[in-house]
Nanobody, 125 residues
Framework: EVQLVESGGGLVQPGGSLRLSCVAS????????MSWVRQAPGEEPEWVAD???????SYSGSLGGRFTISRDNGKNTLYLQMNSLKPDDTAKYYCAKGGHSIVVRSIFEGSRDAWGQGTLVTVSS
């Protein structure tokens, strides 16, 4: 059973930084592409970034280079470093098993079996 537990969210002022973590279990993390997804209040989920099992990364074009996804396979942990945060970044952030195409399909199908429970990020002064 896929288990993903996010942490690191909280309240931060505009321009600040946060690092989110996601500890994975129940599958071979090192052999899996992984993603971060976010969902703002009243909005549909939005894919943010992914990292392949070979450490290749890709990002949503809306981020402007402010976020960095990384992984530590020895710790079964996925990270998202978020810098220069803006109020529009306020959302619940989820880690998900799978890369961009798999996550987009899961959003379309309304299936979150391979997502964590999320961690809330609030950017406000």
């Amino acid at each position: 059973e896929v288990q993903l537990v996010e942490s690191g969210g909280g309240l931060v002022q505009p321009g600040g930084s946060l690092r989110l973590s996601c500890v994975a279990s129940g599958f071979t993390f090192g052999n899996s592409d992984m993603s971060w997804v976010r969902q703002a209040p009243g909005e549909e989920p939005e894919w943010v970034a992914d990292i392949s099992k070979d450490y290749t990364t890709s990002y949503s074009g809306s981020l402007g280079g402010r976020f960095t996804i990384s992984r530590d396979n020895g710790k079964n942990t996925l990270y998202l470093q978020m810098n220069s945060l803006k109020p529009d970044d306020t959302a619940k952030y989820y880690c998900a098993k799978g890369g961009h195409s798999i996550v987009v399909r899961s959003i379309f199908e309304g299936s979150r079996d391979a997502w964590g429970q999320g961690t809330l990020v609030t950017v406000s002064s």
